[in-house]
């Protein structure tokens, strides 16, 4: 979850050494909301410790309702993590991470016909394969 996340989030980030990235401008409406989530876990959970509490983790006394004689009281852990989300947040990340995967795949075979049609096959094979000899 966590390394899916993390890369996810990083396609709509910049660093240096990388000069393109997605915006969010390009996201479906019906993915928006689960975007926003999924950057807002990554930002705060997986990438940095943000703003924005997302995980919880505490100590707690647990004591016997019954209140039968002798029994011990027991300090446990709790603990409420992004990457234990329900599975149907888990197939919303995957239909966001797919769209949005689509959606770049098909920005990339338009600038590919693009490419082909208006500069190599104007240009003709023949010459290509002249430059490349």
Known sequence: FVA????????????EG????????IIDEKYVDTHCYLIEMRNNFAAHSGATKVEVARVVLALDKNKKKN????LAREVF??????????YKFIE???????????KI???VEKIMEDDILKEGLEAWYAKAT
């Open 109 to 111: 075979d338009t600038l």
């Open 81 to 90: 993590q992004p990457d234990t989300s329900s599975l149907q947040e888990i």
């Open 96 to 106: 966001s991470v797919e769209w949005v995967h689509k959606y770049v795949d098909d």
């Open 4 to 15: 899916a996340l993390t890369f996810y989030g990083k396609c709509f980030s910049t660093c």
């Open 18 to 25: 990388r000069r393109i990235k997605l915006d969010k401008k």
């Open 71 to 74: 029994t011990f009281p027991h």
